[in-house]
């Protein structure tokens, strides 16, 4: 009985396998080109080793699938590749109706698109990624994508990274937008730098965080603060959930210098710092990142008159200064660079006195006149009626240009207020002090009509002295007609009458001429005559 049951249980097969089927093996040997293995049935099963990417070891476990039975040789045909394509195909079928976001390693390019090893071979058409130049630049990239397609009939797998980063950007964007307030934090990559701030990648939804959010100092060059693909991290300063735009700040999430100015700075100390921005003003200077103070143009330097702070100082040009005041409360701080500098007027009146003559040079002109430069940080002024004692300039260009140097006397000095006076006329012979004696005397001039007006003839005069003749000192008789009378040109001798120095002008008349020429003939007429004749008075209103 006891042998029946044995012989009985031989002829019974433990777990029996069908083709098909997916089971669990051991290896136990290795011969040649096939592997062995102990699949937990009366025969063992046997692989082609080709089918292995890595040298199989014996007592590796494997899942296999069951191709046929050899009864020749008594052994059954297995496969695990076969087993993990299955599973895999089961998966993505799985992923495809559940959740489709798989991932992958593109491996190869083809003609229509990449070849993405998932454990089993798809397709990614180009249309569903980004192309690149060089695909060396994504080869053997682990990336995930999302299964758009599966054909059970022919196995293929289509893949898309396009809408699967559409899909996961937008659903990181509602959680964004859903979440967002002002001053939350949030993290991102630097896609994009400009002149103006940068634009961040939060991961579905773009920020832009302005040039004067990067950091605390104005003085901010973006592409010295952060770098393409940076990642970085933000303080929420305004959002618009409908427009989808967000603004950030990285400096808010750095410590506010001004909260500890007053360890570093007080008002009275002697300073550096650097040249952030020039105006017409004066300039700004930055003391320390995000610390900055102003120099007002009169505190620039010692000169009494500078057109523009460009004269002084340039933009990044390291300077020393006073620290006048510092308002933390509006961070604001005044600083003074002048007085850092020796005043050269402390020993302006051991150099220079009145009556001394200079060689300046023409620094900026002004409505009635010019400044000069005597040395450095020292001016001058020469008024427009200290250029000439002939001609009346009605513009300091007329009588200057800038950059010239020019011949000077020093005609006063007020150290108080700075100032310098000084004439190039004061270097020439006052032709009015010889007009004027020539009144005194009467002299006969000679006068050359330039123009002819209602009113009279504007003459010119020795030395290019200006003189007019009023009409009714044409003759000794009333002249109605000054253009018939005299043309221009014409030589006329005169005396002079009178001076307006105002106008810088000689009063002519050839009236007075005539009348001196007569008394002097009948002067002498008188002294040929008897004494009997009747006296000069007597023969003067006789003529009259």
Known sequence: MENFELNELENVEINPVQEGDIINGKIIKIEKDLVYLDIGYKMEGKI????????????????????????????????????????????????????????????????????????????????????????????????????????????????????????????KKKEILETIEEGSVLEGIVKNIKNFGIFVDLGGIDAFIPKSELAWSRNVDPDKIVSINEKVKGSVLSFDKNEEKILLSLKKLQSNPWNTIDEKFQEGMIAKGTIVKIINSGVFVELEPGIEGYISKENLTWAKYIK??????????????????IDKLNKKIALDLKHVLPNPWDEITTKYFVGQKLTVKIKHLVKDGTYVEIEENVEGYIDLRDVSWVKN???????????????????????????????PKQLLINPWQIVEEKMNTRTIVTANIIKIIERGAIVKLEDDLKGFIPISHFDTYPVKEPAVYFKKNDKVKCLIIDIDENKKTAICSPKAYKKSIEKKEMEQYIKTQPTETAKLGDLINISK
């Open 48 to 171: 082609d080793l080709s089918e292995f990417e890595r040298e199989p070891k014996v007592n590796d476990s494997l899942e296999v699938l069951v191709l046929k039975q050899d009864e020749i040789n008594g052994n059954i045909i297995l496969s695990h590749k076969q087993a993990e394509f299955i599973k895999v195909w089961n998966n993505v079928n799985e992923l495809f109706n559940t959740s489709p976001y798989i991932s992958g390693k593109i491996t190869e390019e083809m003609d229509n698109g990449y070849k993405v090893d998932i454990g089993i071979p798809a397709l990614l058409p180009f249309s569903h990624i980004k192309r690149v130049n060089n695909f060396e630049e994504i080869k053997e990239k682990q990336l995930m994508f999302k299964i758009i397609d599966i054909k059970d009939r022919t196995k293929k797998v289509i893949l898309s990274r396009r809408l699967y980063l559409n899909e996961i950007n937008n659903k």
């Open 308 to 325: 523009t702070p460009f004269e002084v100082v340039k933009k990044n040009d390291i300077v020393e200064f006073k620290i006048s005041s």
């Open 393 to 423: 300039y009605h513009s300091a260009r007329d009588a200057f240009k800038r950059g010239d140097t020019i011949s000077a006397v020093i005609i006063d000095m007020d150290s108080e207020k700075q100032l310098i006076k000084l004439s």
